[in-house]
């Protein structure tokens, strides 16, 4: 093989991997619900320390819909592209006063029904921290999620109702 | 005066009164920030028994903005049509876990630069239970409330701050 000839093919090579290499970022940065905290805010609960899982879950929580989502949530019927964003953060009192603190991690649901099938329709994800390149679950843990949201078949698999 | 007259001054009048009926109550049904649970929620509080003020502001509140207030809380300059919501709601607690109960009241404040001079362009209402048609402040209220909103004059008279 000529210089000439294995520069070309190193070349094309180098401009695959590149190629695998955007379409990857690509993938993992499209997991994370970017521009969340504009969407509507469907209801918030505060997990103090007497709860079961204080450990993992203390703290304020709000879910937050995107616009399929809500119409989800109205209607029982979620939609493919509906997402629900469980926004957890640390909280601090203060004379009586609870503060929203740090984020603990973001948790995310989003509706694909062909691709998700298994798990009536939803793909569970993890975000920790203000992380949002690393996605988190294994496939133990979205079953493990799924095992639970099962309870909510009739709504949807969605535990959060709308506070109107 | 013929009796066709007398019945078309009498109808007439009767428009007028209606025309003034419908108008009072569509400034006063206007004075509530319809549609405010799809605005951006900025930040949640919890106030418990030990904070001064529990007696009035105990319970969760959620803040939420509009668009122009948006552009308000990350500009500092807050536009005329700019409205704030203070949604305070009654809690319940179980186990640990704290949840949002009924509505205590909705406040608001409206950005009117021109109309509202005197409080730095804010207008201040409120609004009980789920009550939608009562507006409830006296302008004292109104002046105490920009008493201790003036607090904030760098700010724009806004307490909250968006939390991304």
Redo the contacts between chains.
């Keep these: 093989m000529s210089i000439t000839k294995l520069a070309i093919t190193f070349g094309r090579m180098a401009l695959c991997a590149l190629c695998v290499c955007l379409v990857a970022a690509d993938n993992v940065s499209s997991q994370f619900p970017a521009g969340y905290?504009?969407w509507?805010?469907v209801?918030?609960?505060?997990?103090?320390?007497?709860?079961?899982l204080?450990a993992t879950e203390g703290g304020?929580h709000?879910i937050?819909a995107n616009d399929k989502a809500?119409q989800g949530l109205r209607s029982g019927q979620f939609p493919d592209g509906a997402i629900l964003v469980y926004d957890l953060l640390e909280?601090t009192?203060n004379?009586?006063?609870?503060?929203?603190g740090a984020r603990r991690r973001v948790d995310i649901m989003r509706k694909d029904s062909r691709a998700y099938s298994d798990s009536g329709g939803w793909w569970f994800g993890r975000f920790m921290g203000n992380d949002r390149q690393n996605e988190m679950l294994t496939p133990e843990h979205r079953a493990a999620c799924f095992t639970c949201h099962q309870k909510r078949q009739k709504q949807g698999f969605v535990f959060s109702e709308f506070?109107?």
Tied chains: 1, 2.
């Design positions: 905290r504009l509507v805010h209801k918030s609960t505060l997990i103090g320390p007497q709860f079961q204080f304020i709000h937050y809500l909280t009192e004379g009586g006063v609870t503060s929203e506070r109107e």
